[in-house]
């Protein structure tokens, strides 16, 4: 639900149906396993999105997927200095619209980068609601979310999880009843609906449910889309897909991106929007 001064969340894009592309940063400093190169962190992600830029993505999201084990809520605050760099790095290097999503659930950060790097939108996590995780309990706080959006007057959407993958929601709430307080009280501009957990397809009856409790929303599929999937998902209604662990060398969350697979991901979503 954009404001009146900002564009709807699919405008961001010059594709209808975009497929977004993952950076899934390699720890940072101060996480276990960094391995004490600040310059490598940053042309690998440099690398992987000139990669995904020339294999045709329609944006990325950038992301700090080699943190774990995650800070629940708060990053600290040399986590927002790092992915600050980075992602002002990356926006400088290629033009496509840039997402951030600071891990595990820190809304505040990735609103506050995308804020100042100029990026098109943020994911957030848990948004509304509560959610059982590894790293605890996790309560949205969409109310703190879309205030700071207010007060930084920035121009980023909030694409916001619907029963988030690696994570159990609290409640008897079912994917419909959650997808609409996630737009109606929680303000969103468009939702995702992930799997079970990294590179795990997402329920293609999940999608028609939420497809259908918010049609006025961009809803897209957060996680598990291949080649072979990506078809299913936009015919079952989503808007677009975000796309990570198939763009990768030999299908591993963690490697680097493989110019093939996003040629191949990208050609079959195309074939599969030009068929409807």
């Known amino acids: 639900m954009a404001t009146a001064s900002q564009p709807p969340f699919l405008e961001r894009f010059d594709a209808a149906r975009p497929v977004i592309g993952m950076i899934h940063l390699p ?10 190169d600040r310059g490598l962190v940053r042309e690998r992600a440099l690398a992987d999105a000139r990669r995904l830029v020339a294999g045709g993505v329609d944006g990325i999201v950038l992301e700090n997927f080699g943190d774990a084990p995650f800070h629940p809520d708060s990053v600290p605050k040399h986590v927002v200095a790092e992915m600050t760099a980075v992602a002002a790095a990356v926006r400088r290097e290629v ?29 957030v996590n848990v948004h509304v609601g509560t959610a059982a995780t590894d790293q605890g309990v996790l309560e949205g706080q969409a109310h703190e979310t879309m205030r700071l959006r207010e007060r930084l007057e920035a121009d980023v959407a909030v694409l916001a999880d619907v029963h988030v993958k690696h994570a159990t ?4 709430a079912g994917v419909e009843r959650a997808a609409r307080e996630t737009v109606g009280r929680g303000r969103a501009d468009g939702v995702l609906v992930s799997g079970s957990g990294t590179g795990r397809e997402a329920a293609l009856e999940d999608v028609r449910r939420v497809a259908a409790a918010v049609p006025e929303t961009p809803v897209l599929v957060g996680s598990g889309v291949t080649a072979e999937t990506v078809g299913d998902c936009l015919e079952a209604g989503a808007d677009g897909v975000v796309v990570g662990t198939a763009l990768k060398d030999g299908g591993e969350t963690t490697n680097a ?13 195309r074939e599969a929007s030009a068929a409807e």
Do not use: Q, Y
Request: aromatic share 4%; proline share 11%; glycine share 10%.
């Open 257 to 269: 991106v493989d110019p093939e697979r996003v040629g191949r991901v990208m050609t079959a979503a």
């Open 95 to 123: 033009d496509v619209p840039l997402g951030v999503n600071v891990l595990r659930n820190d809304a505040e950060a990735a609103l506050s980068i995308a804020a100042a790097v100029d990026a098109a939108f943020v994911r």
């Open 169 to 172: 929601p609290i409640g008897d």
């Open 27 to 36: 720890p940072l400093p101060g996480a276990p396993g960094f391995d004490g």
